[in-house]
């Protein structure tokens, strides 16, 4: 079936350090991807997207690549504050339902 | 930006009990919303897509005479679990569509079934 899941369910940093979290997906039709940051208690966050077409794109502090031939999607933090403490979830989708489909989360713990 | 309300944001029932779940687009329209489910330490779990107008969508496992869902206007989708025991316990999410491909989420409701 399809699933998106996710190497490393917890990841530790130190404050300042840079973040890379990882997700892999298996479904070759999805389109569109995102980054989503939930703290506790909260609903969902949108971080940063990037569609098929593209490999890299970059934010503020936040960039995300798309690796389609090994169909692996990354998410790097730069100089990671503690503020950034959360699950973070890739999400997929695309197609006519525009429904998405949630990786299954990786907890960013940042050390002061 | 886009904001999407929930109410309540908590809510603790008896089992047997139904509860009405809101969902509210703010500051746009969507003819789309979505709700998810998520239980402790886990991800979302897309529960049904929410139509306005028209009858819900709900994803495979998921029972629709006990997860009631109505859009009944733009602006406002809610869901009703009915009937609910403490297994419906959880972290209930919903989303509203901007554009396509973008969705923006509630703050989540929390109910505990008692």
């Known amino acids: 079936g399809e699933s998106v899941g996710l190497h490393l369910p917890t990841l530790s940093v130190q404050e300042g350090d840079n973040s890379i979290i990882n997700c892999a997906y298996s479904n070759s039709a999805s389109d569109y991807f995102i980054w989503y940051k939930q703290e506790s208690g909260k609903g969902p966050q949108f971080i940063i997207d990037?569609?098929?077409?593209?490999d890299k794109r970059q934010g503020q502090r936040v960039t995300v690549l798309l690796n389609k031939t090994v169909k692996h999607l990354s998410l790097q933090i730069a100089a990671t504050q503690p503020g950034d403490s959360a699950v973070y979830f890739c999400a997929e989708g695309g197609g006519a339902t525009n429904k998405l489909i949630f990786g299954t989360g990786t907890l960013l713990a940042v050390q002061p | 930006g886009a904001v999407v309300s929930q109410h309540p944001s908590w809510v603790i029932c008896k089992s047997g009990t139904s509860v009405k779940i809101e969902c509210r687009s703010l500051d746009f329209q969507a003819t789309t919303m979505f709700w998810y489910r998520q239980f402790p330490k886990q991800s979302l779990m897309l529960m049904a897509t929410?139509?306005?107008?028209?009858?819900?969508?709900?994803e495979q496992g998921v029972e629709k005479d006990k997860f009631l869902i109505n859009h009944a206007s733009l602006t406002l989708s809610t869901l009703t679990v009915t009937s609910a025991h403490p297994e419906d316990s959880s972290f209930y999410i919903c989303?509203?569509?901007?554009?396509?491909?973008?969705?923006?989420f509630g703050p989540g409701t929390r109910l505990t079934v008692l």
């Open positions: 990037i569609r098929s077409n593209m």
């Open positions: 929410s139509n306005e107008g028209s009858k819900a969508t709900y």
């Open positions: 989303s509203a569509r901007w554009e396509p491909n973008e969705q923006f």
